[in-house]
């Protein structure tokens, strides 16, 4: 028996108590044996094993997952709690029933073949995963985690750890179906999507659309980098790398190297994301070659619109020939491609001269004698035809340039010969409409401009001639104002003095003869003072002394003194006009101011000269129209304003 002792000491013991009783050798009872032994540590240690026992069972009934218990035969010996939750039945309802009644027709002898293996090797094995049936008739995923302790011979059986995965596996599959679109996608977008490793910037991943683009096979990429692909130089690809790693992205464009070694233009946006546990580049390349050529061809036709648009500007503006071939050139330098243009003239003698020229003087002087530019310069001169031709680049060896050359047609002849020189596309048909149509307008304006210039000689000749014949006139006006003087003035004031010494001599007697000596004084005065005023009037020494606005004053001055009330105004400064404009203005004036004298019925005029710039503007008269309006020469201190 088992139960509780008390110590001499007062303290208490588990004790077992052992009682025998004693016989002899006939059987008969001769007493008892009585033997106790402290099972203290003993009853510990089944408490412990009892508490670990209830710990153990909590914790399988609370388990989350369902823990089974089979014996060899395959029959449930134990099912957790969790069953009901994953499976809808009680624990039960499943013990002592066969784990092949739980398994799916088809999958029957899997499960058999799956079950033999695992019963007949001990241990743990990996865990697998199998289709179980739901009460309710639904069949769902559980991962099985298989102990067999076939071996122990106190269990003889196997512990089943099952944890229901439908949710994951439907995860699971979604995902593979996400993985499986979205790659379908990839591959077949129309971008160039490819993954780089962010430290040896190798490809890692490619779709086919970069590998159909860059000429490339699938396995070819592979062994690539980013720097085999790219066309840009190594420093500007690791800065860029470093800053799409560092979160900012990246987006511009670029061009990429095809295997055949041409380029592409691409529009690049790339990124950051995991790849394999590690962050590497994602990089969606777009191709814009087709774009940027359109564009080219749209900003090649814009500046031949704009070209077209300024050259009417400019050469319908202009009649200086100087500045229509200055801004002739650097409007069609301004056309998209243009490398150099050459605008050949007729000399006085007829033969073709190189008149202007833009772009590069060593270029020039390589392409502009070579025989193909000849002949096409003498066909374009003499047939009057447009010419295309071809010469080899003087400075990129084996590179073609296309030249064309354009008559400067005007009516029924060519004045000469526009030559554009440039990259291939400069021979297509809109840039030929273009510099056609900029040749006619050229032709046409160089005509005019030649057409000008006669008419500005022969007006500058005209003027030389009025300039020459008012000097003349002047001139003479001045040797028949000295000759009256000398003459018919000097001796009518000798005639006037001689009769007034005779009339002191020989005073009359009478006085009808001193009224007739009065009357000849008095005619022989005035034909002193009408001499002295046609000396004046034919030339004014007071215009050479002291210039144009006293000589205009002093005629003022005259018409004042005959009762007119004169106002005059003069605003021309200091500075002396040159002669012929003073003579010229003073003549106006003078012959305005004695048609006002002797033609208007008015008491009352008014005079006025101003200066206005390089202007001289002349009013005499009793009213306010401008009479005379004299534009002055240039002079060196007025450099481009006058």
């Not at 490809?203 to 159909?212: G, K, T």
């Amino acid at each position: 028996e088992e139960g509780l002792r008390v110590r001499k000491d007062g303290s208490r013991f588990w004790a077992s108590v052992l009682i025998t009783a004693l016989r002899d050798e006939e059987g008969n009872l001769r007493g008892f044996s009585k033997v106790i032994r402290d099972i203290t540590e003993l009853k510990r240690a089944e408490d412990e094993l009892k508490a670990n026992e209830q710990r153990f069972r909590t914790l399988i009934q609370n388990s989350s997952d369902v823990i089974t218990v089979i014996d060899a035969d395959g029959t449930i010996r134990y099912v957790s709690p969790a069953v009901e939750r994953l499976m809808g039945y009680h624990p039960e309802e499943l013990v002592g029933k066969s784990v092949y009644y739980y398994v799916d027709p088809e999958k029957f002898e899997e499960a058999q073949t799956r079950f033999a293996k695992l019963w007949s090797r001990p241990g743990v094995h990996p865990p697998f995963e199998f289709k179980v049936p739901h009460k309710d008739g639904t069949r769902r995923y559980s991962e099985f985690i298989v102990n067999n302790l076939l071996d122990d011979p106190s269990v003889r059986g196997v512990v089943v750890n099952q944890r229901d995965v439908t949710e994951r596996r439907e995860a699971e599959g979604k995902l593979r179906e996400s993985e499986a679109l979205y790659r379908s996608v990839v591959e077949q977008a129309a971008e160039k999507i490819f993954l780089v490793d962010a430290e040896t910037k190798r490809v890692l991943e490619a779709n086919a659309a970069l590998s159909l683009s860059l000429g490339y096979a699938p396995e070819e990429l592979e062994q690539l980098t980013l720097y085999d692909i790219v066309a840009h130089d190594r420093e500007s690809i690791d800065r860029n790398a470093l800053r799409i790693l560092e979160g900012y992205g990246f987006t511009s464009e670029r061009r990429y190297r095809r295997k055949d070694g041409s380029l592409i233009d691409v529009e690049v946006n790339a990124s950051a994301v995991s790849y394999g546990g590690r962050e590497v580049m994602c990089i969606v390349a777009h191709d814009i070659t087709e774009r940027k050529r359109t564009e080219e061809a749209l900003r090649r036709s814009l500046d031949a619109l704009l070209a077209l648009y300024e050259t009417g500007q400019v050469l319908s503006s202009s009649l200086e020939r100087e500045e229509i071939g200055s801004r002739l050139l650097e409007i069609m330098g301004r056309v998209s491609g243009t490398t150099a243009v050459v605008i050949n003239l007729r000399d006085a003698r007829g033969r073709l001269r190189a008149w202007r020229t833009f772009g590069p003087g060593g270029f020039l002087d390589a392409v502009y004698d070579k025989p193909e530019a000849r002949a096409a310069r003498l066909t374009a001169s003499e047939a009057e035809e447009e010419r295309v031709f071809e010469v080899e680049h003087p400075d990129l060896e084996g590179e073609r340039l296309a030249g064309i050359s354009l008559p400067l047609r005007v009516r029924d002849r060519v004045i000469g010969v526009l030559e554009v020189y440039g990259p291939e596309h400069l021979a297509e048909s809109g840039a030929m409409e273009t510099f056609a149509s900029l040749a006619t307008q050229a032709a046409s304006a160089l005509e005019n401009a030649r057409l000008y210039e006669e008419l500005l000689e022969r007006e500058r000749q005209l003027q030389d001639l009025v300039g020459r014949l008012l000097t003349t006139q002047e001139e003479e006006r001045r040797r028949v104002a000295y000759d009256v003087h000398d003459g018919l003035a000097q001796t009518a004031a000798a005639a006037y003095q001689h009769l007034q010494i005779f009339a002191r001599g020989y005073p009359p007697d009478s006085a009808r003869a001193r009224e007739q000596l009065e009357e000849a004084l008095e005619l022989v005065r005035r034909t002193v003072g009408e001499a002295r005023q046609v000396i004046s009037d034919l030339r004014p020494t007071v215009l050479d002394d002291f210039g144009l606005a006293a000589s205009v004053r002093l005629q003022v001055e005259k018409l004042r003194a005959e009762g007119w009330e004169v106002d005059y105004e003069e605003a021309l400064g200091d500075e002396r006009l040159p002669t012929e404009v003073e003579t010229t203005l003073f003549r106006v004036a003078q012959e305005a101011l004695t048609n006002v004298r002797k033609h208007a019925r008015a008491t009352r005029a008014n005079v006025t000269l101003q200066r206005l710039g390089r202007t001289i503007h002349s009013e005499p008269g009793t009213g306010t129209s401008v009479l005379a309006e004299v534009q002055l020469p240039a002079t060196e201190e007025d450099g481009d304003h006058a």
